[in-house]
């Protein structure tokens, strides 16, 4: 059993690593080398690392468009993820996808999704399979408040609940559907309540304490897993920059974003981790290997070749 | 006149529109206080107010399925679907219920509405912001689907579609939502007919048909196969469907060649349309097989997309093929 400080310093370093990986692609973007859109987890790290702390390698992950957090965890490497962002072939989804749409059969992230809420009943589906044959794995669906207002998701949900699937539904409510801010999409603001009306488990919890989440989570992965009973979960999270890089995110005040700023996840950890005797300097080297990670990956997803055109009819039949 | 680009020039034909008529509503995702995010709306909140300029939750099918009962009980909802590729969770709203109330209530009612929606590639957007799905909805009886290629034109055929007694697709061609400028006049009531097509280059050797940001690469491939000695007519379609098919018709009767050009895929793409209706409206006149310069048969790609789309490099050689055969 490996020591809590342990766990806890590997937690921190890969929440640390997403926050790097992700100003790495913020300045690619603003340098032109990523296009499109580039939506930043930034401030949501507490939230997939704990919960991705709580799955087995067996279970599978699906989340929207938002997605490098869960694939870095997932195992994908921060390599295949720039690349990725680069529009490169050595990419995770070969430069055809981009930063919404990650995949990697190899670590069960079943992917990024660009449609609002059209995702879930694919993790519904997941863990309808799982069940069918008796795989024991659980299926992690992360999505957005903004997504609790889609038909999708409330069949889903509906459809999980009353097939009794093995599935951990995670909403990582960040208070802004865009800029739309939460009462402005949703009569009742406690989204977990979604699950009384299907009779479903719920939780609710800030995403703060990166161990907290991911005890939270384990309630809920065990009950899928041992008695095959979805869960909604609501957890409380905030993200400092706009929603995309193109937005400028002046739908809130600079006093909001400094209060949520007080509450961040890897501020927490960090001081936790000196309450149990980890040094400055150990601290120190976990960031500067991040950095160097970050470095590499950005170098690598420099150098790489941009597809082929022969590509682009590649992939679209067996 | 004031120099505009599309953006302005839309907002522009909402204002107008909803300036002279009280029942004119706007709806979607961010279109209030954000202005959209491509920010047509934008500022139009402040004018009109949020009971007029309202956003939406996410759910596209409960966008589109209440501006249904709007427009039954009188309103003119112009709802926005925030992407064209996100207009799909509203598919069935808009097959089921705005393209038929018409016809199954025997005329008594109809859900008459424009439905706003950027539409095509060229941002970078991948495979869920760059699609152009007209072809699903011209194949549904009961909808008009109309796509600018300039802002002028975007404006008057806003006011047209406002005004049009049927439900209107109005697609966005968002490459060229901020390169496209010209004279529009700012804040005057203009329509630009729907069902209109325009001859925006006189030629006499081959027709080439296109709409919305590839008009300006049908342009500048026409420019070029005239510098081989090739004089080309170039199309802008302007209201894709119901399609002027009397002007096409002209053309090909006078070139006796074509070449249709559009983002979307090949196959059951609105150019298999086009030339099926050549082929029965013009045969006699054809001098080559009607060819199509497409997108592909493939989900669109991200790092690709100039490669996807028919640009002038593709077009060109499609001219110079139904010239020389």
């Known amino acids: 059993m490996q020591d809590e400080r342990d766990v806890l310093l590997g937690l921190y370093r890969q929440m640390v690593l997403i926050r790097r990986f992700e100003e790495a692609a913020a300045k690619a973007y603003s340098q032109g080398k990523i296009g499109g859109f580039l939506h930043l987890y930034i401030g949501q790290e507490g939230c997939a690392v704990g919960a991705l702390a709580a799955l087995e390698k067996r279970d599978y992950v699906v989340t929207t468009y938002r997605d490098h957090a ?31 749409h990650f995949f990697d059969a190899d670590n069960h992230m079943l992917g990024g999704y ?21 795989d024991g794995a659980v299926a992690v669906c992360f999505f957005g408040e903004g ?62 304490d990166v ?18 009973e979805p869960t909604l979960i609501e957890a ?21 974003i400094d209060e949520r ?36 990956c950005v170098k690598f997803a420099d150098e790489s070749a941009e597809p082929d055109e022969s590509l682009i009819e590649a992939f679209n039949y067996a | 006149m004031t120099q505009m680009n599309m953006v302005k020039a839309i907002n522009d034909a909402l204002r107008v529109a909803m300036r002279q008529d009280s029942r004119v509503v706007v709806l979607g995702e961010d279109v209030g206080k954000v202005g ?100 699903y909805f011209i194949h549904t009886p009961g909808l008009k689907v109309v796509c600018p290629s300039n802002p002028y ?44 097509a325009k001859v925006v280059r006189p030629g006499n050797q081959v027709t080439v048909i296109a709409w919305g940001a590839m008009l300006y690469e049908a342009i500048e491939a026409s420019n070029k196969a005239a510098e081989a000695g090739i004089d080309c007519e170039v199309i802008d379609l302007r209201t894709i469907w119901p399609v002027d098919i009397d002007t096409i018709v002209n053309s090909v009767k006078k070139t006796g060649r074509v070449v249709v050009v559009h983002e979307a895929p090949k196959s059951c793409g609105f150019g298999a349309e086009l030339v099926s209706l050549i082929n029965e409206k013009a045969f006699d006149y054809l001098e080559a097989p009607p060819t199509r310069v497409t997108g592909w048969d493939t989900p669109f790609p991200y790092t690709l997309e100039m490669d996807y789309l028919p640009l002038a490099g593709r077009i060109l050689p499609a001219i110079q093929s139904v010239a020389k055969y």
């Open chain 2, 153 to 196: 034109d975007a404006k008057g055929l806003l006011l047209a579609s406002l005004r049009d007694p049927d439900p209107v697709l109005f697609f966005e061609p968002k490459r060229i939502y901020r390169a496209a400028r010209a004279d529009v006049p700012e804040g005057e009531d203009y329509t630009v007919p729907l069902s209109v």
């Open chain 1, 236 to 256: 409380l999270t905030y993200r400092y920059r706009g929603h995309s890089m193109s937005d400028p995110g002046k739908y809130r005040t600079q006093d909001e």
């Open chain 1, 147 to 208: 997504s609790a207002t889609i038909g999708a998701f409330s069949e889903a949900l509906g459809l999980a609940a009353l097939w009794k699937l093995p599935i951990v539904f995670i909403c990582e409510n960040n208070e802004y559907s865009m800029g739309t801010p939460l009462e402005r999409s949703l009569a009742v603001a406690d989204v977990s309540q979604k699950a009384v009306s299907v009779g479903m488990e719920r939780d609710r919890f800030r995403c703060t």
């Open chain 1, 70 to 100: 869960q694939a870095l965890i997932r195992g994908t490497s921060a390599r295949a993820c720039m690349a990725e962002l680069f529009g490169k072939v050595t990419g995770c989804s070969k430069g055809l996808g981009g930063s919404m």
């Open chain 2, 36 to 135: 959209g995010v491509f920010r047509v709306t934008e500022g139009l909140i402040n004018e009109f107010g949020a009971e007029r300029v309202f956003d939406t939750p996410l759910s596209e099918g409960g966008i589109i399925g209440t501006a249904v009962g709007m427009a039954l009980y009188g309103l003119i909802p112009v709802p926005e679907i925030q992407f064209a590729d996100f207009i799909f969770p509203a598919f069935d709203q808009i097959v089921s219920e705005v393209a038929k109330f018409r016809y199954r209530s025997g005329g008594e009612y109809t859900s008459k509405m424009v439905i706003r929606t950027p539409v095509g590639g060229g941002i970078r957007g991948g495979h869920y912001h760059s699609q152009s799905p007209e072809a």
């Open chain 1, 261 to 296: 700023k007080k509450l961040d996840p890897i501020l927490h950890a960090e001081g936790a981790l000196r309450a149990k005797g980890v040094s400055d300097d150990e601290l120190a080297k976990v960031n500067a290997s991040v950095e160097a990670e970050v470095e590499d």
């Open chain 1, 114 to 134: 660009g449609i609002v809420g059209g995702h879930v009943p694919i993790a519904a589906g997941a863990a309808f399979a799982s069940k069918y044959r008796g």
């Open chain 1, 211 to 228: 161990l907290e989440v991911r005890d939270r989570v384990a309630v809920a992965v065990k009950r899928a897993r041992e008695k095959n």
